[in-house]
C-alpha cells in the first residue's frame, strides 16, 4: 500500500476568521504574568547605577555608603564584579553586541551600568544605587551629525553591504532634464514598551531559570550560555507574555546579564527592573541620520538616477549597526541607475539597534518626501509620478515583485481617500473653520523574511489537540493567529486546541522580529499539524475496521475532528475513534519551517501599501494635527483580520509619533538625553489620533511560503511619516526637511 498523502488545508474555518485574542482578558483582568510579576522564595532585587557622563571614566564610588544602608546586601564594582566567562567586548553571535559588565572603569555613554547594587527591597536597592555618588574623569562627549567627518561604513546591520549600486548614478543625474538634491534628517528614537526591560534569575547548581519579556527565546539561550559558561540547554527561559519589544527585547543587554551574573554568586534569585530613564542608553534604539537623496527624470518623468546616501550615528566601540535608511531605495522605484550607500559618524552612545521598521522607517520618511519634491518639479500628481516609476522588478537583481498588489493598494487607498479631488499646487484648501488643510501620500513597502522554527503537534486519545512552540508574542496576537494556523492544520475547531508556547523547553519558535513570527512559527505549527494528521491517516488506512481502511491513496481532509477520504467524504471517521483502536496512545507530528534559498532568490518578496494622510493647520498658530490616515495594506493570506489591522493601526499610529512627536534630545555638554521620561519624550496619545482608517488588499502570493503569508507589524510606519509630511507641505507650501516636524519649524519660515 502507497503512503498516504494528507490533502492540502482548506483554510478559513479557523484562518482568516477576526478571532477575539486569547489571552486578552488574562492582560486586561491582570491575570497574565509578566517577568517581573514573579516572586521565588528569598528573591533579592538589584538595581544598576547609571552613569551621568557620556565619556570618561568612574574614579570614586562611596560603595562604604551604599553598603552601609539598611538592607543593602552586596554592591558589585569592576572591583568585585561578578565573574562571566565570556568576554563581555566580544560579539559571539551575530545580534550580539559588546556588554558592559563592570569589567573597567571606562564610561562608554550615559545610563551606561557602572555599579549593581542589591537589596533586600527594591527600595533598598534603589537607595543604595544613589548613595553611590559617583566621581568621575570626565572627557567632552562626542553628539551630534557634526562630532567628526562621515565616514565609510565598513558593512550595513544584518550582514548586507554598506553600498549597492545598479547602473551608474552620475551619468543618469547628467542627463537627466530635471534633477533634485535635498538632504533630510531623522533623530534618534528609543524603544519604550510599556513593560520596560526585566529579569528574574534563579540558580540551582549550573542550571538556570530566567523570566524575562525575549523576543527570541531559544536563541538568546545560547548567548547566555556563552557569558556564564554553562551549557545552552541548562536554561530555561521564560517568556509568556510581553508587553511590547519593538526589535529591543530580541537579544541580552548588559543589565541583564549582570543580574544574573550576581545572582550566582549571592546564590539567591534576583530581579532587576530597568527604570523608565534607564531604557534611554543600555538597550538598543534607533540611531538619528542625515540623508542625501539625488533624483533625475528624463522629460517623460521617469527616473534617470537615484542616488540615497544615510549617514547614521552610531556608538563608538561598536558600530555595527548604523541605521539602513538608504536601503530603504533599493527596492521600489524603478531608477535607471540607482545607488544606495551608508555612512557613519561616532557619538559617545549605547549601541543602536532594530527599532520596529529598522532602516525602512527612516528611509522611506526621506524618500518618499524626495519622491514627491520631485513630482512637483515634474509638475504632475504625486500618485501619477510613484505609478510611473514603481519597479515591477527588483533593481539589480531580475526578481520580479507582486507589483499589482500595489497597484491595489494605490487604487484603492485613493478612491476610499478621495484622492481625485486633490489640487495639484500647495496652499489650495482651507476647511470651514479656517484650517489650512493639505493632503499627501507615501509608498509603504517592508521585506517579507521567513526564519527557522520547529513545532510539536498531538493529537490526544480524546480527538482534541496540544501543540507547542516557543514562539513570543510581544502584544501582535501570535497566541492567537500561530493557534488558528494550528487549528487549521488539525482540522479541529480552535476551542478544541491547546496551544503552549513562551517558553524554551519547546520547540524552537524562530525569532519574532522582522514582520516574519507569523509566517515562520506557522509555517512549522502547519507542518507538526499536517505530520500528526498523516500519521494518524496512516492508522486509519492500515485498519480493516476502519471506514478509511485502504484508502490510503487517495489522501485525507481533516475537518472537526474528522478524517475524510478525499475522493469520498460518504468514508469518514473521528480522530477519538482511530486512536481508541489503535491501542489509545496519542498521535504526536512534528514539523519545521524555513524559506528554500531558491525560492529567495528567484523572487522578490514585499508587503505593499499605501497611506493616504490629510492634516488641518492653523494658519496663525500652525498648530498641526493628523485629522485623516487611510492606509492601503496587501500583505499576502492575512490570519486574523482583526488583529492585523490593529498591527496596521499600531504602525500608522508610530508613523504619526516619528513624523510630529518622537524625538530623542542630547545635552552636548554632558552627552546625556535630556528627555529620558515619557513626560519629554513624546508620543502620540488618543487625542492625536484621529480618523484612522485600514483596509487590506486581497493578495495570492504563492512564493513566500507555502501559506502564503506576509507581516503586518512594521509596514504601517513606512509610509505614514512621508505621507504626513507631504501633507504639511500640501497645506502650507513649505518643505520641512527634517523629523519630527514642530510648530516653531512653519514659524520659522512664516
Not at 182 to 204: G, L, R, S
Not at 587 to 604: H, L, M, N, Q, T
Not at 638 to 666: C, D, T, V, Y
Not at 669 to 692: E, K
Request: net charge negative; with cysteine.
Amino acid at each position: 500500500m502507497s503512503d498516504p498523502v494528507t490533502m492540502p488545508i482548506r483554510f478559513g474555518s479557523n484562518s482568516g476568521q477576526s478571532v477575539t485574542r486569547r489571552d486578552g482578558v488574562a492582560k486586561v483582568t491582570g491575570r497574565a504574568t509578566y517577568a517581573a510579576d514573579n516572586h521565588p522564595d528569598g528573591m533579592l532585587y538589584a538595581v544598576f547605577a547609571p552613569a551621568t557622563i557620556a565619556r570618561g571614566r568612574v574614579t570614586h564610588l562611596d560603595t562604604a555608603a551604599a553598603k552601609a544602608h539598611p538592607g543593602v546586601v552586596e554592591v558589585f564594582t569592576p572591583q568585585n564584579r561578578p565573574p562571566v566567562v565570556g568576554d563581555p567586548d566580544k560579539k559571539p553571535f551575530m545580534f550580539a553586541i559588546p556588554l558592559e559588565l563592570l569589567q573597567d572603569d571606562t564610561v562608554r555613554y550615559a545610563m551606561q551600568p557602572i555599579a549593581l547594587v542589591i537589596g533586600e527591597t527594591l527600595e533598598a536597592a534603589t537607595e543604595g544605587a544613589r548613595l553611590l555618588n559617583p566621581q568621575y574623569a570626565a572627557e567632552t562627549p562626542r553628539t551630534g551629525m557634526d562630532a567628526e567627518a562621515a565616514k565609510p561604513a565598513p558593512s550595513g546591520p544584518f550582514g548586507r553591504p554598506a553600498e549597492v549600486v545598479h547602473g551608474d548614478t552620475a551619468a543618469g543625474l547628467a542627463k537627466a532634464v530635471e534633477t533634485l538634491d535635498v538632504t533630510y534628517d531623522t533623530p534618534a528614537q528609543y524603544h519604550n514598551a510599556m513593560e520596560p526591560h526585566a529579569i528574574v534569575a534563579k540558580w540551582d547548581g549550573d542550571r538556570l531559570e530566567i523570566d524575562t519579556p525575549n523576543q527570541a527565546i531559544v536563541l538568546s539561550r545560547a548567548f547566555y550560555a556563552y557569558y556564564l559558561g554553562i551549557p545552552a540547554d541548562h536554561i530555561l527561559i521564560r517568556s509568556p507574555y510581553l508587553g511590547g519589544g519593538f526589535g529591543s527585547k530580541a537579544v541580552p543587554y548588559s543589565p541583564l546579564v549582570l543580574t544574573i551574573a550576581a545572582a550566582r554568586v549571592l546564590d539567591r534569585p534576583l530581579k532587576l527592573v530597568l527604570s523608565r530613564s534607564q531604557m534611554f542608553g543600555p538597550v538598543g534604539h534607533r540611531g538619528a541620520t542625515r540623508q542625501r537623496l539625488r533624483i533625475g527624470i528624463d522629460d517623460q518623468a521617469q527616473m534617470t538616477a537615484l542616488d540615497h546616501v544615510a549617514t547614521a550615528i552610531v556608538d563608538s566601540f561598536d558600530s555595527s549597526f548604523p541605521e539602513p535608511a538608504a536601503g530603504a531605495s533599493q527596492g521600489l522605484y524603478a531608477a535607471s541607475a540607482l545607488r544606495s550607500a551608508l555612512m557613519v559618524v561616532h557619538n559617545d552612545i549605547g549601541v543602536p539597534g532594530a527599532m520596529r521598521a529598522p532602516g525602512e522607517a527612516s528611509g522611506s520618511a526621506a524618500l518618499e518626501c524626495a519622491i514627491d519634491e520631485m513630482a512637483e518639479k515634474a509638475g504632475i500628481d504625486p500618485l501619477e509620478f510613484r505609478l510611473k516609476n514603481y519597479a515591477d522588478i527588483e533593481p539589480g537583481t531580475g526578481k520580479p515583485y507582486s507589483s499589482k498588489a500595489l497597484r491595489e493598494c494605490y487604487a484603492k487607498g485613493a478612491q476610499r481617500f478621495g484622492w481625485a479631488g486633490r489640487p495639484l499646487a500647495p496652499r489650495q484648501m482651507v476647511d470651514e473653520n479656517g484650517f489650512l488643510t493639505g493632503w499627501g501620500m507615501g509608498t509603504a513597502l517592508f521585506g517579507a523574511p521567513m526564519f527557522a522554527a520547529q513545532a510539536r503537534a498531538v493529537l490526544r486519545p480524546d480527538g482534541t489537540g496540544l501543540v507547542e512552540t516557543a514562539a513570543a508574542d510581544m502584544g501582535q496576537g501570535a497566541w492567537t493567529a500561530l493557534a488558528q494556523i494550528a487549528a487549521d492544520s488539525l482540522g479541529l475547531p480552535l476551542d478544541k486546541v491547546e496551544f503552549r508556547s513562551g517558553s524554551s523547553d519547546l520547540p524552537d519558535g524562530g525569532v519574532a522580529g522582522g514582520s516574519g513570527h507569523t509566517a515562520t512559527a506557522g509555517g512549522a505549527l502547519h507542518a507538526a499539524g499536517t505530520d500528526a494528521i498523516r500519521r494518524l491517516g496512516e492508522l486509519a488506512a492500515a485498519d480493516p475496521a476502519s471506514p478509511l481502511f485502504g484508502t490510503g491513496n487517495q489522501g485525507f481532509i481533516p475537518r472537526d475532528g474528522r478524517l475524510y477520504a478525499a475522493r469520498d467524504e460518504s468514508r469518514s471517521e473521528a480522530y477519538a475513534d482511530i486512536i481508541a483502536r489503535a491501542g489509545g496512545e496519542a498521535i504526536e507530528g512534528k514539523g519545521s519551517a524555513s524559506r528554500p534559498p531558491e525560492d529567495a532568490g528567484r523572487y522578490a518578496m514585499y508587503s505593499h501599501g499605501a497611506v493616504f494622510a490629510e492634516v488641518k493647520i492653523d494658519p496663525v498658530l500652525f498648530q498641526m494635527r493628523v485629522t485623516r490616515l487611510v492606509g492601503a495594506f496587501a500583505a499576502g493570506r492575512i490570519i486574523n483580520p482583526k488583529l492585523a489591522e490593529s498591527q496596521l493601526m499600531g504602525g500608522m499610529i508610530w508613523g504619526i509619533s516619528f513624523a510630529l512627536h518622537e524625538e530623542a534630545r542630547f545635552d552636548k555638554r554632558t552627552g546625556r538625553i535630556m528627555n529620558s521620561d515619557l513626560a519629554g519624550y513624546h508620543i502620540p496619545v488618543n487625542a492625536d489620533v484621529r480618523g484612522l482608517e485600514v483596509m487590506t488588499v486581497h493578495e495570492d502570493d504563492p512564493h513566500v511560503n507555502p501559506l502564503g503569508i506576509k507581516g503586518v507589524g512594521e509596514i504601517g510606519v513606512t509610509g505614514t511619516v512621508g505621507a504626513i509630511g507631504n501633507a504639511i507641505w500640501h497645506a502650507t507650501g513649505r518643505r520641512i526637511r527634517h523629523f519630527p516636524i514642530r510648530i516653531e519649524d512653519l514659524l520659522a519660515q512664516d
